[in-house]
């Protein structure tokens, strides 16, 4: 007689593991797919309410730790593990969504998606929501879900709702409301991706901000500007970044901008930051020219083997005298507040920390010198001169500095 037990959750991977979906005809494919679908939502639903149910028992607590980094550690990646821990925490709250996560209906970024929906609405709710009005909001979010929304959509229906029970209660509509706002910041393939929603009148700030530092500016040899406009908006970012850093206002804590650069010693050209992995030599050789760097040499586990101290490369009297020189930066021209005192024999390899071997480049400019091939020379005239990378100019002709390309042809030759 067949044994009446239900299988353990390591008899389903046993299971699953042998399974094979090979040698299928076009139907079966169509079955199987449509079955493994159905069997990844249901097992989604399962992981949330045991993400949850382990938070509840504090089982990552009695470690020492949270439950989220447990999660990571156990193998999920860091949006997916946010993403259980919420729908888990969020299900025995709600009226209807459970029946259809059990049932397989909708993947785990559906179900987020109406979890986090109903949440947002209820905080839009003045007085919140009452049972019925829940159950309402949440009928409206599985009704989208199930017409083929994607989870976008989901959330965008949420806000309209959200809105409506907002003007309901004379609350502010949800272009002013300021507790709306978020930002989030996703480290992906050693980047940095911004997502964000904010207020009308913080979105005004930055893109005042943005577009008063972000207009097009020459290149070197005259043409238009090569940039595109993300890439302006984000070197603007970079520079709005790098002021908020250098404020002295006792009204606004000072952002940390320190940078700490791993070195393993067996093999330094594998260096990395901290925070953000991994970086070539290039990118180590940019932040050495102007940055509070403190480089650590570290064995095969991480451990110190050799502290450096933090070091500000150009001091303030050289810098100074490098900005009288310059007055701007040598490729593009931007004021001399927003630049960085650039080493042009790089600091890494022997370059001396002197106003001969320094000169003035926005961090925009500075970026393309260490990545695209751009060299400086120091002329006779005492001033520097950018030479392109031969796919600018095949014949590398240098360019006087910004400030200097006013000069007359005579100026030149007896310069």
Known sequence: MPSTTAPTPADLLATARELTVTG???????????????????????????????????VATQSGGKIKPLLIEMGLAPSVADRVLRIGRGLPAMQLLPGYAEDGVFPIEHLDAIVAGLGHVERRALDGLCDEEKREVE?????????????????????????EYAAEAGGLPAAEDHTLNELMLIKVDGRVRIRGDVDIVTGEKLMGAISSLSKKRPEPDGSEDSRSTARRQSDALDQIVDAAAATTSPFLTRPNNHVNLMMPAADPTMSYLQSN????????????????????????????????????YF?????????????????????ARWGHAHHRLF????????LDNGCLLCPSCHADVHHLGWDIIMGADGHPWLIPPASRDPRRQPIPAYNRRTMTLEDRVAA
């Open 315 to 335: 001091p303030a009297h050289i810098r100074k005298a490098i900005i009288i020189r310059d007055q701007c930066c040598i490729k593009c021209g931007a004021p």
């Open 347 to 354: 600091w890494s390899e022997g370059g001396p920390t002197d």
């Open 24 to 58: 299928l005809t076009r139907r079966q494919a169509f079955d199987t797919t449509r079955t493994i679908i159905d069997l990844s939502n249901t097992l989604g639903h399962l992981l949330s309410v045991c993400a949850a149910e382990m938070d509840r028992l504090g």
């Open 139 to 163: 009928s409206a979010l599985i009704a989208q879900a199930a017409s083929g929304a994607t989870p976008t959509e989901i959330t965008d229906k949420a806000r309209a709702l959200g809105n």
């Open 277 to 312: 992995g991994p970086v070539t030599a290039a990118t180590a050789a940019l932040l050495a020219c102007d940055a509070g760097i403190t480089a650590l040499i570290v064995d095969d586990q991480t451990v110190p083997l050799k502290m450096g101290k933090e070091t500000r």
